[in-house]
């Protein structure tokens, strides 16, 4: 199993930004699809996850301003990122989890700043 992230870049704050990773390989039914991020000296953070029947989870610094979404038939996951600030520059990770197994993908590079 493969994720592949793209959609990261740089953007001026209260910029907007699409980020999406797809699942290749041998997986179908994937359970919870997700994003994290880690910006330089901090730990790795839960952005927002999507369960396989749309249930959503963000963190506080997000709500609003993100959303997530995915295609089931793609193996897809997005996050639609608007009003971004500074504070959101970050290494994006998503994350995919079908039954007992976790799957990371590389990474995208998000940068906010003018």
């Known amino acids: 199993v493969q994720l592949q992230a793209s959609g990261g870049g740089l953007v001026q704050p209260g910029g907007s930004l699409r980020l999406s990773c797809a699942a290749s390989?041998?997986?179908?039914?994937?359970?919870?699809m997700g994003w994290y991020r880690q910006a330089p000296g901090k730990q790795r953070e839960l952005v927002a996850v999507?369960?396989?029947?749309?249930?959503?989870n963000y963190a506080d610094s997000v709500k609003g301003r993100f959303t997530i979404s995915r295609d089931n038939a793609k193996n897809t996951v997005f996050l639609q990122m608007n009003s971004l600030k500074p504070e959101d520059t970050a290494v994006f990770y998503c994350?995919?989890?079908?039954?007992?197994?976790?799957?990371w993908g590389r990474g995208t590079q998000v940068t906010v700043s003018s």
């Open positions: 994350r995919v989890t079908w039954g007992s197994y976790i799957y």
């Open positions: 390989g041998s997986i179908a039914n994937i359970d919870s």
């Open positions: 999507i369960t396989r029947g749309g249930g959503t």
